[in-house]
């Protein structure tokens, strides 16, 4: 029988999806399960969005652009001036999700055995890329005492060697749903100068910030206009996960060129959803009021809950809508395949991501899970109702 590639078995599997199999199983005994395991929301999808693409009259469904339709990317020039982040429409490229523009970002800026720094717990799918291009993850670790705030500049420091070639960071975070700070940002661009690295920022959350607090795209930072990669994508931002468009966004011209080659490889990104995403530019100014004060109140009912449970630690988050919680228990994977397996609460129970497959560091996140407060106030109570009397029976808790 042919073996399988090396690149292949090391390919880490997904901590969010990997569970999956006993949440059907579970759901098949007729326990209902809440989602809290992953980053899709609730929220409807916009019903003008939707039209646009049911309101669509083509004949033929043809390639688009390589780099996206022209009209798509000239709204997202209007999108991005109205975050303070001026473009040309020449610095956007249309990728298949948040995911192809990673990928791109990867494959343009590093070569297989090279190294790009990134702060822990990070989202998992960097991993994937990552391996898929022989490139070496290096963390840098970051914990739930500071709320996982940006480890220090020599933290940063003693991980640079000669193959270091960028710095990754996403922001707001997913998962701890941290946001960084302009000294933060600052300290990034101090470092990317010094060593001459490219800064990939992951900006998928941008609009979801809490507490008066704003978000510094790396796009804005002056100096940084050949080292800054922005990858983007409207899955979050307007509900619609399945739509799988995004953006590779820099104003470094030869990256560019680089970015498109690829680009042209994978021919082009979908239609529909670049006719969907341009019309979701020109939605009212004030759609991410509503959507912003409900996930607001879905936060702080999360945390509150959570630290309310004895031996449960939860940092509020300033931005995207995840938390990390450490729980009293030893293994967290063990806990959650439990909670799908074993426990039932009035007939339900409900899904958490393993927080060890947001680390690079073996033995990190062992009891921390990541939590998703995408589901509605009620269903997000009667989740922690279920958590909370799950850990009073589980056997495997400190």
Same mark, same amino acid.
């Given at each position: 029988?042919?073996? %399988? ?14 569970? *999956? ?6 759901? /098949? ?9 992953? +980053? ?16 669509? @009259? ?34 956007? !490229?249309? &990728?298949?999700?948040? /995911? ?38 290096? #963390?840098?670790?970051? +914990? %739930? ?8 500049? =020599? ?11 960028? %710095?990754? !960071? ?12 302009? =000294?933060?940002?600052? *300290? %990034?661009?101090? !470092? ?18 809490? @507490? ?76 991410? @009021? =509503?959507?912003?004060?409900?996930? &607001? ?19 509020? #988050? ?11 228990? =030893? @293994? ?28 690079? &560091? #073996? ?5 921390? *899970? ?29």
């Amino acid at each position: 029988m042919p073996s %399988i590639s090396q690149r292949g078995l090391k390919m880490p599997p997904s901590p969010i999806r990997k569970l *999956v199999p006993y949440a059907d199983a579970a759901k /098949s005994r007729g326990t209902k399960v809440y989602h809290l395991n992953i +980053g899709q929301p609730d929220i409807a999808t916009p019903t003008q969005i939707l039209d646009a693409v049911k309101h669509t @009259d083509m004949k033929v469904l043809e390639y688009s652009p390589s780099a996206g339709i022209e009209t798509y990317r000239k709204k997202l020039v209007e999108y991005y001036s109205r975050n303070h982040i001026s473009l040309a429409v020449s610095d956007i !490229i249309v &990728t298949t999700g948040g /995911s192809e523009a990673i990928q791109f970002a990867m494959l343009c800026c590093l070569d297989a055995g090279d190294e790009i720094i990134i702060p822990e717990p990070f989202y998992a799918n960097y991993n994937g890329y990552a391996n898929s291009g022989g490139i070496k993850v290096v #963390p840098i670790p970051s +914990g %739930i005492e500071t709320g996982f705030a940006l480890p220090s500049i =020599e933290e940063f420091e003693k991980a640079i060697t000669p193959r270091t070639k960028a %710095i990754m !960071i996403c922001n707001p975070n997913n998962p701890t749903g941290y946001l960084y700070s302009s =000294e933060e940002l600052e *300290v %990034i661009k101090q !470092i990317c100068l010094k060593h001459d690295l490219f800064l990939m920022s992951d900006e998928a959350y941008r609009e979801f910030c809490y @507490d008066g607090r704003t978000h510094i795209s790396a796009l804005t930072i002056a100096g940084l206009e050949n080292h800054a990669i922005v990858l983007d994508t409207i899955s979050k931002r307007y509900s619609a996960c399945g739509g799988r468009v995004g953006a590779f966004v820099t104003k470094n011209k030869e990256l560019l060129q680089t970015a498109m080659k690829f680009a042209q490889a994978r021919l082009s990104p979908p239609t529909f959803a670049q006719i969907l995403a341009e019309a979701a530019v020109d939605l009212p100014l004030n759609y991410f @009021d =509503e959507v912003h004060a409900e996930y &607001t109140n879905r936060r702080n009912t999360l945390v509150a809950r959570l630290n309310a449970m004895p031996g449960v630690t939860c940092p509020s #988050p300033g931005g995207a809508f995840y938390a990390m919680a450490k729980l009293p228990v =030893e @293994d967290s994977e063990a806990f959650c395949q439990w909670l799908l397996e074993s426990f039932s609460h009035n007939g339900a129970t409900l899904m958490m991501a393993p927080a060890a497959g947001f680390y690079a &560091t #073996p033995g990190k996140g062992k009891n921390e *899970v990541r939590l998703a407060y995408v589901l509605n106030e009620n269903d997000i109570n009667h989740a922690m109702d279920c958590l909370q009397i799950a850990l009073e029976q589980y056997p495997g808790k400190n």
